[in-house]
């Protein structure tokens, strides 16, 4: 895990404040299927250590580091590439050609054939190592762990319904920079097809505890699922935000979570009482060349890790596809109300559909184009003179769906595309908002509120429980906001869909 200069994180801040959204689901929400009912495969402890006794092999015969500059890093690269290769992966390596450091090695990226390409969910870990040490909880414990992971997937050959990638980063040690070279390259489309991207950094702490990134993301209550299932509680990774590659992703607009078990912050005296251990590091050896193997890992808390995220590639990317029991692309008009409660207050830039104009202003703010079609939901559709002539000005303006009766059974799940745009003006008083309504009120499903940053519009994909309205009407309420007084604040939606499975 990087330890990014305070002034970096304050700009990582900034950054994720307007990429990341925030969601809430209902206590009563099916975060994942059973784990019996999956049949999910274990990760090999045995293998996983195994390869960490591999890094530890290279950083030995290479002057004991593997950073992203040496020879210690293109060993490790060719030790993944083989084993990936071996097992029928398609594998890249990904020369990071702008913004890492001179001499750094190339990024890995691996691709298992099946699934639809269109929905794409990623495992990630840095695979370079601080110059001071091998570099083994931090990161061969990630490395190894998606790695095996990877292989498990080739080894079990299970149907596909999404199609799984892995990544594994070059000079995150650095500044994060090989995923975040990667993340920037995609294209818009390319991004929008990245449903998921779990990161694995550090996560076989000696005395470690039980971290999750964005726990209450719909991708974060999959990997809790797992810990839930086996009785042990877990926490929000805060001493890792922004710190680590998952930070690239939250930055392009893809939804995140991971698995960390703590670096050198100490662990609390609750924390010992909920987990065992010491009130001392997470890792005492972090970023020191004590950093080795095997004395610098547990076993239990590695081993826990791979079967967290086998639970969440088996839940997310195996099985029957979803069926599709509502969907509108907004290429024909199919009911939405705008200002159905009579309460908006915005003056200019109430929710349309339309075949949107492109804004500009410091960056892309309009998106005129669309995920599909020629049309989508977008506040006040036209460009003007100016890119805030026809912004949202004012307060709130919203949308409503037509009635929609939900089935009684199943795993239903509400999905869009969405974004929010904004100037360096605006704040966390401005909003985009996705709720669903029910017979017991409206409850909110995701805010991505403002940030006093310029955000550019760039198409983002979302998907949040509704099981717990199995078998109401409900409908669908989408709000944008400008509170912030002149900010400039544009939203849109597109393709929505509840699916069933």
Same mark, same amino acid.
Not at 35 to 59: C, G, R, T, Y
Not at 339 to 352: F, K, L, M, Q, V
Not at 375 to 388: Q, V, W
Not at 419 to 439: E, M, P, W
């Given at each position: 895990?990087?330890?990014?200069?305070?002034?970096?994180?304050?700009?990582?801040?900034?950054?994720?404040?307007? /990429?990341?959204?925030?969601?809430?689901?209902?206590a009563t929400a099916t975060a994942a299927p059973a784990l019996a009912a999956l049949a999910i495969p274990d990760v090999s402890?045995?293998?996983?250590?195994?390869?960490?006794?591999?890094?530890?092999?290279?950083?030995?015969?290479?002057?004991?580091?593997?950073?992203?500059?040496?020879?210690?890093?293109?060993?490790?690269?060719?030790?993944?590439?083989?084993?990936?290769? *071996?097992?029928?992966?398609?594998?890249?390596?990904?020369?990071? *050609?702008?913004?890492?450091?001179?001499?750094?090695?190339?990024?890995? &990226?691996?691709?298992?054939?099946?699934?639809?390409?269109?929905?794409?969910?990623?495992?990630? *870990?840095?695979?370079?190592?601080?110059?001071?040490?091998?570099?083994?909880?931090?990161?061969?414990?990630?490395? +190894?762990?998606?790695?095996?992971?990877?292989?498990?997937? @080739?080894?079990?050959?299970?149907?596909?319904?999404?199609?799984?990638?892995?990544?594994?980063?070059?000079?995150?040690?650095?500044?994060?920079?090989?995923?975040?070279?990667?993340?920037?390259?995609?294209?818009?489309?390319?991004?929008?097809?990245?449903?998921?991207?779990?990161?694995?950094?550090? $996560?076989?702490?000696?005395?470690?505890?039980?971290? #999750?990134?964005? #726990?209450?993301?719909?991708?974060?209550?999959?990997?809790?699922?797992?810990?839930?299932?086996?009785?042990?509680?877990?926490?929000?990774?805060?001493?890792?935000?922004?710190?680590?590659?998952?930070?690239?992703?939250?930055?392009?607009?893809?939804? =995140?979570?991971?698995? @960390?078990?703590?670096?050198?912050?100490?662990?609390?005296?609750?924390? $010992?009482?909920?987990?065992?251990?010491? +009130?001392?590091?997470?890792?005492?050896?972090?970023?020191? @060349?004590?950093?080795?193997?095997?004395?610098?890992?547990?076993?239990?808390?590695?081993?826990? %890790?791979?079967?967290?995220?086998?639970? *969440?590639?088996?839940?997310?990317?195996?099985?029957?596809?979803? =069926?599709v029991v509502w969907s509108d692309t907004f290429e024909a008009a199919t009911g939405w109300t705008t200002n159905a409660s009579?309460?908006?207050? +915005?003056?200019?830039?109430?929710?349309?559909?339309?075949?949107? /104009?492109?804004?500009?202003?410091?960056?892309?703010?309009?998106?005129?184009?669309?995920? %599909?079609?020629?049309?989508?939901?977008?506040?006040?559709?036209? /460009?003007?003179?100016?890119?805030?002539?026809?912004? &949202?000005?004012?307060?709130?303006?919203?949308?409503? %769906?037509?009635?929609?009766?939900l089935p009684g059974s199943g795993t239903l799940n509400l999905n869009l595309s969405w974004y929010l745009a904004h100037g360096?003006?605006?704040?966390?008083?401005?909003?985009?908002?996705?709720? #669903?309504?029910?017979?017991?009120?409206?409850?909110?499903?995701?805010?991505? /509120?403002?940030?006093?940053?310029?955000?550019?519009?760039?198409?983002?994909?979302?998907?949040?429980?509704?099981?717990?309205?199995?078998?109401? %009407?409900?409908?669908?309420?989408?709000?944008?906001?400008?509170?912030?007084?002149?900010?400039?604040?544009?939203?849109?939606?597109?393709?929505?869909?509840?699916?069933?499975?």
């Amino acid at each position: 895990m990087a330890l990014r200069h305070p002034s970096i994180l304050r700009s990582l801040a900034a950054i994720t404040l307007t /990429a990341v959204a925030t969601l809430v689901v209902p206590a009563t929400a099916t975060a994942a299927p059973a784990l019996a009912a999956l049949a999910i495969p274990d990760v090999s402890l045995a293998n996983q250590k195994a390869h960490m006794q591999q890094f530890q092999s290279i950083a030995t015969a290479n002057g004991g580091t593997r950073r992203s500059t040496t020879a210690g890093y293109t060993a490790s690269v060719n030790y993944v590439v083989n084993q990936l290769t *071996a097992a029928g992966y398609t594998v890249v390596r990904q020369t990071c *050609a702008s913004g890492c450091t001179s001499g750094a090695g190339p990024n890995v &990226i691996a691709d298992w054939p099946g699934g639809d390409t269109n929905n794409v969910y990623m495992f990630g *870990a840095h695979l370079d190592s601080v110059s001071a040490g091998p570099g083994i909880n931090d990161n061969a414990s990630g490395t +190894a762990t998606v790695l095996e992971l990877a292989l498990t997937l @080739a080894r079990t050959n299970p149907t596909l319904r999404n199609h799984v990638r892995f990544g594994f980063w070059t000079d995150e040690e650095q500044g994060l920079n090989g995923s975040e070279y990667y993340a920037n390259s995609l294209s818009s489309a390319d991004r929008s097809r990245i449903k998921g991207y779990f990161n694995f950094d550090m $996560v076989g702490s000696i005395n470690g505890g039980y971290f #999750i990134n964005r #726990i209450t993301s719909s991708i974060g209550l999959v990997l809790k699922a797992y810990y839930d299932s086996i009785g042990v509680p877990t926490e929000e990774n805060t001493e890792g935000a922004g710190r680590s590659d998952d930070a690239s992703f939250n930055a392009i607009g893809v939804q =995140t979570s991971g698995v @960390a078990a703590g670096a050198s912050r100490v662990k609390t005296s609750s924390q $010992v009482s909920k987990w065992g251990g010491t +009130a001392t590091a997470f890792d005492p050896c972090y970023h020191r @060349a004590c950093d080795t193997y095997p004395g610098n890992v547990s076993d239990t808390v590695v081993n826990r %890790s791979g079967d967290a995220a086998a639970y *969440a590639l088996w839940t997310l990317a195996t099985g029957t596809p979803a =069926t599709v029991v509502w969907s509108d692309t907004f290429e024909a008009a199919t009911g939405w109300t705008t200002n159905a409660s009579g309460t908006d207050t +915005a003056t200019t830039g109430a929710w349309e559909r339309a075949n949107p /104009a492109d804004t500009t202003s410091s960056g892309a703010k309009q998106l005129g184009t669309t995920v %599909s079609g020629s049309y989508d939901l977008s506040t006040g559709p036209l /460009a003007g003179s100016a890119a805030g002539d026809h912004d &949202i000005d004012g307060g709130t303006t919203s949308v409503r %769906s037509p009635a929609i009766t939900l089935p009684g059974s199943g795993t239903l799940n509400l999905n869009l595309s969405w974004y929010l745009a904004h100037g360096s003006n605006s704040s966390t008083a401005d909003f985009l908002r996705v709720s #669903i309504v029910h017979s017991g009120g409206t409850t909110a499903l995701f805010t991505q /509120a403002g940030a006093a940053a310029n955000r550019n519009g760039s198409w983002a994909q979302g998907s949040w429980s509704v099981s717990a309205y199995a078998g109401q %009407s409900v409908r669908i309420l989408i709000e944008a906001a400008d509170a912030s007084g002149a900010s400039l604040v544009e939203a849109g939606v597109d393709d929505v869909t509840i699916t069933q499975s």
